[in-house]
């Protein structure tokens, strides 16, 4: 069972760099092609990867542990996808494609070094079969787990999840308007969560409403975009709002900026004009932007430090 842990200062974030295979995926045959989702620019995912790990060092103050790009694991840099991490326990997922299941490798690796309990999802067969799970669709709120079930996870890998994490409650949720849950939402602070203003967002929170016995604030955000920010309770005690600039969500940042006037949250505008929080990287940031793939609690000499996980997005 893990340690409960709600909310810590951020100490360390783990991310992946990317391959030069970035924007590369694999068919059912196993032969590479280009990934249909959008283009992507592998110099340009390079560089706002640069501007992220710098701007958590520098400006939150944030401890880097950088995994090496991997050429043969394209999607590696999604390194939110394959743990999710709360207290002194870390859950080793199962990413939904059979390629990408060798990710978790160099991220077990860390998660051992770091001394965390690492919990396996297990092979195909056994009490886990047929469970597949990523940390894309797994939202913490600081007192309990929302799971989105989508084409990346299903209800045996959020059963996994609850069987690990058996002091928080955890809730499964459809992923309506967006492929992964954190693409349609994201915490913005303390019990507040940053959704999109889409049907489809909107249904899927009218079900963590009705599944949930806390109360959350709701910050609505224009642009589905901007939906994807990060929450960094940065380890010199400020609070930190990580989401697009203007020049990405022009409609949604000033809304968000009104909102952390009131919860004294310094805003970092992470990224300058390609960078933003989105769509798809290993931990995620829009345009290509890297954003977060999930923060987790841990112990080490005897002090709880979070460790946030990033990876990079790539969007238009």
């Not at 709360?86 to 059979?98: M, V, Y």
């Not at 809304?255 to 798809?280: D, H, M, N, T």
Request: aromatic residues 10%.
């Amino acid at each position: 069972m893990a340690s409960v842990l709600p909310y810590g200062r951020f100490t360390h974030a783990v991310v992946r760099g990317i391959p030069e295979t970035f924007g590369k995926v694999e068919d059912e045959k196993n032969n590479r092609v280009e990934n249909g989702e959008t283009a992507m620019d592998l110099a340009k995912a390079q560089r706002q990867f640069g501007v992220l790990t710098g701007a958590l060092r520098q400006k939150v103050g944030l401890q880097l542990i950088e995994i090496p790009a991997d050429p043969e694991l394209p999607e590696s840099w999604r390194i939110e996808d394959v743990a999710v991490i709360q207290g002194d326990t870390a859950l080793i997922t199962r990413p939904f494609k059979q390629q990408r299941r060798s990710e978790t490798e160099a991220v077990r690796r860390v998660m051992s070094e770091l001394n965390l309990t690492v919990v396996e999802m297990g092979a195909e067969e056994g009490g886990s079969a047929g469970a597949t799970l990523e940390g894309s669709d797994v939202l913490f709120t600081g007192r309990e787990f929302f799971v989105g079930i989508s084409s990346h996870t299903n209800y045996r890998g959020a059963e996994v999840l609850a069987d690990t994490f058996r002091d928080f409650a955890v809730s499964t949720v459809p992923v309506c308007g967006g492929a992964r849950l954190k693409n349609i939402c994201s915490m913005g602070g303390p019990d507040t969560i940053i959704i999109s203003n889409s049907d489809g967002a909107k249904k899927t929170l009218r079900m963590m409403e009705q599944l949930t016995d806390h109360h959350y604030e709701v910050l609505t955000v224009p642009e589905g975009a901007a939906a994807n920010c990060v929450y960094v309770r940065g380890p010199s005690k400020v609070d930190y709002l990580l989401h697009p600039p203007t020049e990405e969500c022009p409609e949604s940042v000033p809304v968000s900026e009104q909102w952390s006037l009131g919860y004294f949250i310094k805003q970092y505008f992470l990224y300058p004009r390609y960078c933003a929080f989105g769509k798809y990287i290993a931990i995620r940031i829009y345009s290509y932007p890297l954003t977060y793939s999930t923060f987790c609690c841990y112990s080490l000499n005897l002090k709880w430090i979070k460790l946030l996980f990033f990876s990079p997005i790539y969007t238009h």
